[in-house]
T-cell receptor
């Protein structure tokens, strides 16, 4: 049972480049989310999904797109990277939206640097 | 809207000292949940505890204890007889029973335990 898997672990982009951060979970979790972690700001929610085909914006969605075509995968796309998107990105999942008794399961993070 | 305040940005203690990490939350919901997560230097996020708003009993787990007080909107975390392995960033977070039950994090407290 791999849990939540994020790839790549590290990535360096140039301003204006695009890329996709991958996130996959094998726990059949309906709820998935993306956070970014910046020094002194904790973790902030970018986008989330409560099930396949359903996505919504979080606290800081600008510059990011997501899709949820399958239950397992929740990729995060940067269409035109900017230095302000330099951060550590975490993907997380939970059984479903209503499972407030269950903690979020986090991936190990992707460290992205935009130069 | 939810808010979590961790006023202590960094704390340093000498090994075997006790240390308390403060967490103050704001929410308009009558039912809510509070969490603590640990992020060791390796970077992963480790779930520590979850509390419901209707259960104010304090929790003890080994050297860890949590004091939940609704009267002061606080959910403080105490480590007794700290060890070097406790060095990490600790995040307090809140999750409400409305909407998609997204997790909102505080900015974290970096704890350094000096041997």
């Amino acid at each position: 049972n791999a849990g939540v898997t994020q790839t790549p672990k590290f990535q360096v982009l140039k301003t204006g480049q695009s890329m996709t951060l991958q996130c996959a979970q094998d726990m059949n979790h309906e709820y998935m989310s993306w956070y970014r972690q910046d020094p002194g700001m904790g973790l902030r929610l970018i986008h989330y999904s409560v099930g396949a085909g359903i996505t919504d914006q979080g606290e800081v969605p600008n510059g990011y797109n997501v899709s949820r075509s399958t239950t397992e995968d929740f990729p995060l796309r940067l269409l035109s990277a900017a230095p302000s998107q330099t951060s550590v990105y975490f993907c997380a999942s939970r059984i479903n939206r209503g499972a407030t008794n269950s903690p979020l399961h986090f991936g190990n993070g992707t460290r992205l640097t935009v130069t | 809207a939810q808010k979590v305040t961790q006023a202590q940005t960094e704390i340093s203690v000498v090994e075997k000292e006790d240390v308390t990490l403060d967490c103050v939350y704001e929410t308009r919901d009558t039912t809510y949940y509070l969490f603590w997560y640990k992020q060791p230097p390796s970077g992963e996020l480790v779930f520590l505890i979850r509390r419901n708003s209707f259960d104010e009993q304090n929790e003890i787990s080994g050297r860890y204890s949590w004091n939940f007080q609704k009267s002061t909107s606080s959910f403080n975390f105490t480590i007794t007889a700290s060890q070097v392995v406790d060095s990490a960033v600790y995040f307090c977070a809140t999750l409400t029973q409305t909407g998609a039950n997204n997790l909102f994090f505080g900015t974290g407290t970096r704890l350094t335990v000096i041997p």
